[in-house]
């Protein structure tokens, strides 16, 4: 590590990278939303309409959760730059597995939903932490 650290730098670095992976979970977890409200209607006989819909949703949220894997870990880069927060530590790497959408071979809509229901909880549990880090940073950057 060299000798010159630019505290502020790091810092904001940091809040980038971690607003980049909150936007990431955010627009998941609004694309789950949506491809469960399609599911239910599935579900309860909407057709082929109602199936498109919804895993053109499913496939939005997946996308959205791989860049978030993406970003996690950048974030996680980012705060080990830090060097005056060693007491904030964050275990990214339990939600860096966030739902691997396998719905390739599914048949039951039912089964779908279930793994729809299981990435939201995963992105809903993500997403506090994230905004709690975020948090602490913001708070320690404009300390004195």
Known sequence: ???????????????????????????????????????????????????????????????????????????RNELDDIQDLPNLHIDISDFLTLADFVFDGMIADIMVQQRIAQAKIQVEDAIPLVEDALYKLRRKLNEP
């Open 1 to 75: 590590m060299s000798d010159y650290y630019n505290r502020e730098k790091e810092y904001m670095e940091a809040i980038r990278a971690g607003d980049a992976a909150l936007n990431s979970l955010y627009a998941a977890r609004n694309y789950l939303n949506s491809a469960r409200r399609w599911g239910i209607f599935d579900i309860l006989g909407g057709g082929l309409l109602a199936g498109i819909v919804k895993h053109n949703y499913v496939n939005d949220a997946r996308r959205c959760i791989e860049d978030a894997r993406e970003r996690l870990n950048i974030f």
